[in-house]
């Protein structure tokens, strides 16, 4: 077309044709550009399917060989992974009266750096993307992630986090909703300031739920787990190695999302054990 529009002769029409066609073909760029909903109505007509952002907190030296077993095994899934590291300290009884940062303040503001870090400000994310963030030394089971909102209040419009609460460490799950607060709001660094230093993790996600009850006093969900709600397995390594996920609780066992392994034996185990399953069933892959 640029070549038609280049030849030395041309005649009007052809002239008048082209200048119409770019002039179209700019405009709706202006367009689309200007208007995220333009760009998510497209985005999720065309793109139905989830991708999975993975985030592995390195918070122990023994961790590096969990991030490795990882990208072999379940984080082949994840569409990009980012490693937020992460090292406790611990306190003596001598400094309990010295005012330090909460764990959770550190511990999320470099879960922050990493989102921010390996996922751009402009990418686009639809509303069927979801963000993981475990604990290096854990286990996920990629397609039942969804299973966890599955709830009657859940709406894939609104943010929505999962805390999946484990004896040894969280892990959270964000819809692509979340995921975009996070990423391009300063909503988290507000309520992490806020936090005392002897603060729990609860009082964290208080301080996000409110801001977004506040932020979405339109949206028809009234309940108190419409943008955040925990979530623990009852099944442990323990019922899997002794054979309680093979007998009558196997349905059971099916809608495990995640586990934390404590050992790398345990982390081979549950890969054994995915693989057993999916030789179980055809109909429930895990």
């Known amino acids: 077309m640029l070549y038609v529009c280049r030849r030395r002769r041309i005649s009007r029409h052809r002239y008048v044709l082209c200048f119409i066609i770019l002039s179209f073909l700019f405009i709706s760029y202006l367009i689309i550009h200007s208007d995220s909903n333009i760009i998510e109505e497209i985005a999720n007509r065309y793109d139905n399917h989830s991708r999975l952002y ?33 090292r406790r300290i611990q306190r003596s009884d001598d ?19 990493a989102i921010r870090n390996s996922i751009g400000s402009y990418e686009y994310i639809s509303n069927n993307d979801q963000l993981l963030i475990v604990p290096a030394p854990t286990f996920v089971f990629r397609e039942k992630l969804s299973l966890l909102f599955n709830t009657s209040s859940y709406n894939p419009q609104l943010p929505y986090i999962v805390v ?27 309520c992490l300031q806020h936090l005392h230093p002897t603060a729990r993790e609860r009082h964290l996600w208080k301080c996000v739920q409110d801001a977004l009850h506040e932020q979405y006093l339109d949206s028809q969900c009234k309940e108190k787990d419409c943008f955040i709600q925990y979530h623990e397995d009852h099944v442990t390594l323990a019922h899997i190695k002794n054979g309680y996920c093979f007998g009558e609780y196997l349905h059971t066992c099916r809608s495990i999302a995640l586990l934390y392994p404590t050992t790398l034996g345990d982390f081979i185990t549950l890969e054994f054990f995915r693989y057993r399953l999916k030789a179980k069933s055809s109909q429930d892959l895990l």
Not at 68 to 86: D, E, M
């Open 54 to 86: 993975c985030i592995l907190i390195h918070s122990h030296s023994s961790h590096e060989r969990f991030i490795q077993l990882s990208n072999l095994t379940w984080a082949k899934n994840c569409y990009r992974i980012a490693v937020a590291r992460f």
């Open 164 to 190: 999946h609460e484990q004896q040894e460490a969280n892990a959270y799950i964000l819809n692509g909703q979340a995921l975009n607060l996070v990423r391009n709001t300063e909503l988290m660094e507000k």
């Open 95 to 113: 400094d309990f009266d010295v005012p330090q940062l909460s764990y959770y303040v550190n511990l999320w503001t470099r879960i922050l750096v």
